[in-house]
């Protein structure tokens, strides 16, 4: 959509800093600076990770509609994230369990976890790096902290962070320094190696880990987690980051710790400001493994369901606010997606009308994303145009074509047509006889016959004799579906 000089819309969102809602701005004033931290690469990542990297792409396509710029960094861990229980690193823990090298395993979790995006309609980061190839930047980044005081050898030659040096530790969490109790279990700790229980490791000593693990000024060994971010996102956005975004897990002690290695070395904030997304949960419960709820957006999709479905499901969720996904809300979601597509291949048989009344109704909706990212406020105003008797046909295209890439759900894209495989057709004309005839046992049995054709019935009320559409989406390597429905016409 074309915008008038000086009505760029500016985007708003909450950081969790100052506890306020702030612009984002860039500082350097033409490209927005953001860094999202990424997956660790040891596992598939669940509905509830993409949940958190949607908001990333969310923010950058509203940036977009308002003519900002951005450069998103998001790294990709590979080395240095330890298990819960502190005792071996994420990636290697997996390698055991495979029995493979923990390269090839992150290389595949990678390339997995581009797909998941591809599949949401996440547009690409600008560079994903892996923690395993910034090892110098991690060096460099730590021999300045060095310099600056903050950082110095445990008895065990690990390197560790002094927290008690920065004084402004514990600001982005709330968990101060005087309130962090020994034995909390936020940081692990060699007995005694530290020189006060919630500093962190910058640098582990190899000890007997053999695998992963590089030559520095300080021996042999593996970085921490927390500086990978620090030294990444500062190296790759030019020593500052406008926006900083992660899921509500990595306030603390994550970014707390981020935070304190990274604004010694800028001498300033070196995050404008911090934006968290809330958890995910599935029917009710925290996905875990031991609960066996983990939900893949493979299992979605081997559902029969469209993967856009689950983004139009987290869009109806304000991302500050803990979520509820359920089967029953993914159908709901892919119900509406498939409606507003077929309504839209109604109004673009008619030209496009950019009216006063088309342009307010898309400013409107962008200015709800604009503020704090109100997307269930936006889809709320989508259906409204939807079913306005006001708005013509023409205008209802034009802000269908306008907020397409604002909400990323292909609205465009006309239901897919597909062919059906072969005997189906028959199989469904006499499946309606049999329904017409009231003959019930009939009619379930063609239906599980067409069930093992891939081919999915539905049935919704007919009036007159009820033409037939088919919607499908269909990919490869998954199992084929086709919903049939007898439309009312
Ligand atoms: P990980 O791969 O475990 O490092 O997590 C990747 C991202 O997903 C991080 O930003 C986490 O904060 C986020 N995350 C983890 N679990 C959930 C969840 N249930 N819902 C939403 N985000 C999550
Ligand atoms: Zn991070």
Known sequence: MKRAEGERIEIKVYDTLTRQLQPIKPRNGKVVHIYCCGPTVYRDAHVGNLRTFLLSDLVRRALTMSGFESLLIQN??????MSEDFEED??????????RDPFAIARDYEARFHDDLALL??????????????????????????????????????????????????ELSGNRLDALKPGHRYEFTEGGAKRFHADWALWKAAGNRSEMIWDTPWGRGFPGWHIEC???SLHYLNGHVDLHIGGIDLRFPHHENERAQSNPVTGDEAVDLWLHGEHLLFEGRKMSKSAG??????????????????????????????????????AAGQSVIRRWREKYQEWCAVPQELTVAAQSEIVKIHGNVAEDLD????????????????????????????LDSLFGLD??????????????????????????????????????????????????????????????????????HALLQFLVR
């Open 90 to 99: 994420k990636i290697l823990a997996q390698s055991r369990r495979e029995k």
């Open 121 to 170: 309609n996440i547009s690409p980061a600008d560079s994903y790096p892996r923690a395993s190839e910034c090892i110098p930047m991690m060096l460099g980044h730590i021999e300045k902290l060095f310099e600056l005081g903050y950082a110095y050898r445990g008895d065990d030659t690990s390197v560790y962070f002094d927290s008690q040096k920065f004084n402004s530790y514990g």
């Open 293 to 330: 709820n983990v939900v893949l957006l493979r299992d979605v999709m081997a559902r029969g369901f469209d993967p856009l479905a689950i983004r139009f499901c987290f869009m109806e969720n304000r991302y500050r606010s803990q979520m509820d996904l359920s089967w029953a809300s993914i």
């Open 76 to 81: 990709i861990t590979d080395v240095g994230h």
């Open 375 to 402: 997307t269930p406020r936006a889809l709320i105003a989508l259906r409204e145009v939807e079913k306005s008797n006001s708005l013509s046909f023409g205008e209802k295209r034009a802000i269908w074509e306008s």
């Open 230 to 232: 620090s030294a990444m």
């Open 411 to 480: 609205l465009l894209k006309p239901p897919q047509e597909v062919e059906l495989p072969a005997g189906a057709e028959e199989l469904i004309s006499a499946r309606a006889r049999a329904r017409s005839e009231k003959n019930f046992i009939e009619s379930d049995k063609l239906r599980d016959q067409l069930a093992a054709l891939g081919v999915q019935v539905r049935d919704t009320r007919v009036v007159r004799m009820g033409s037939l559409q088919l919607s499908l989406r269909q990919r490869i390597g998954y199992p084929f």
